[in-house]
């Protein structure tokens, strides 16, 4: 069980509310690192505001601070700080970024809830068998990492009753989703994307006019103008749609080569969501309206298209399930969404300090950031931004 591993298991506990803040001091934490003892490998911790607490470097000291503290509910559910801070400690936040941060972080504790409330309400249980052979499997994961339950419990602040509340809810989950993924629904699936499925080919065309992911409404609403002054130009014979792209498209491929905005056939899964479904939904020969991606806005010209072959679909039976499986999860908690009184509180004003200088003093931690670092506007899918989902299991 890699690092990453361990992350995805922290984050999968909160956001399906397996951990409570009751179970801060009912393990010894025993420390991730030196810095507990005065060791700070990233550096001399910087100075906290006014008013700001002393920055704390064990993931202990940060659940011990102000754990209760309820930043959202869910109905009557609470979610409260310590939920959040062991999410945050596995990952570094871009200075300017802590806001959205907390944002995404915040929907997808409340996503988790939702999801785990419907499994409920359709009635799934998990017995003590069932329990306990999801926290030896567990168990056999982090051996086979090179270290024993005990220090993976002590490093992340666990007890013995957190790991079967974990236990109880991996069972329950698994048990929803194979109840919901039959051979009927997958087909089903196949069918309506078959566009990802068949691999089906589309040639085209854009034109790029680039906006900052935090450009305000007006910004946006501005360069969207500007393509729709552009297409009505094309519309009516003034110009071509490969002059308008050399002439005002900001694709920096394009701006270098003059190549009239073609960007060769591609298939669907190659470019972002939004871009790639506008570009398949076009026939040939046609041009969409204004789309908006992370980038800034977009016209779209359909030039070409090669049909696909149909899946074989015992062979990618579990890729489909792995895709259909994300899809179910998404279209649950949107349903969820709709009938539950959600409120968030905003972003704590010493939430962070002690969660950055933690980071860079040494914790393991992933790259955080809200949009593709990419210069392209039709970045490949795997270097878009996804919305938070409820995670998988372990």
Not at 182 to 197: G, P, S, T, W
Not at 279 to 300: C, N, Q, R, Y
Request: aromatic share 6%; net charge positive; charged share 30%.
């Amino acid at each position: 069980m890699s690092i990453k591993r361990y992350q995805i298991a922290m984050i999968a506990l909160v956001s399906l509310g397996l951990i409570s803040s009751s179970s801060r001091g009912q393990t010894a934490s025993g420390g991730r690192r030196a810095a507990a003892s005065g060791d700070r490998r990233g550096g001399a911790a910087p100075t906290p505001s006014p008013g700001m607490p002393a920055p704390r470097n064990t993931l202990r000291e940060m659940l011990m601070y102000k754990p209760d503290q309820v930043l959202a509910t869910v109905d009557d559910d609470q979610i409260k700080r310590a939920e959040l801070v062991r999410i945050f400690v596995y990952y570094s936040i871009p200075p300017g970024k802590e806001e959205q941060a907390y944002q995404v972080a915040i929907r997808q504790i409340i996503d988790g809830r939702l999801l785990l409330r419907r499994i409920r309400r359709e009635g799934f249980t998990a017995n003590e068998r069932e329990i306990d052979d999801d926290v030896a499997s567990l168990e056999q994961e982090i051996k086979a990492n090179g270290t024993d339950l005990a220090t993976f419990m002590a490093t992340n602040d666990l007890s013995m009753a957190d790991l079967r509340r974990q236990g109880r809810n991996q069972v329950l989950f698994r048990k929803f989703l194979e109840a919901h993924t039959k051979d009927a629904e997958l087909k089903a699936f196949v069918e309506k994307n078959k566009d990802i499925y068949n691999r089906p080919k589309v040639r085209a065309s854009h034109i790029l006019i680039k906006v900052d992911p935090d450009a305000s409404a007006a910004e946006r609403e501005r360069a969207r103008l500007k393509l729709v002054a552009i297409k009505n130009e094309i519309v009516a014979g003034k110009t071509t749609f490969a002059a308008a792209a050399n002439k005002y498209s900001q694709d920096e491929v394009n701006v270098e080569k003059q190549v009239g905005g073609d960007l060769g056939f591609f298939m669907r899964k190659q470019f972002i969501d939004e871009f790639a479904a506008a570009a398949f939904a076009l026939k040939t020969g046609t041009m969409s309206d204004p789309v908006e991606t992370p980038f800034g806005w977009h016209l779209i010209m359909a030039t070409d298209r090669k049909e696909g072959d149909p899946v074989n679909f015992d062979e990618a039976r579990p890729h489909i399930i792995e895709h259909y499986q994300e899809y179910f999860r998404n279209m649950v908690g949107e349903e969820e969404h709709k009938n539950a009184k959600i409120a968030i509180m905003p972003t704590p004003a010493d939430l962070f300090p002690a969660l950055r200088t933690t980071n860079d003093a040494g914790r393991p931690a992933t790259k955080a950031s809200a949009h593709p670092k990419t210069d392209s506007a039709t970045a490949p899918a795997s270097a878009r931004p996804k919305p938070p989902v409820a995670p998988s299991p372990r």
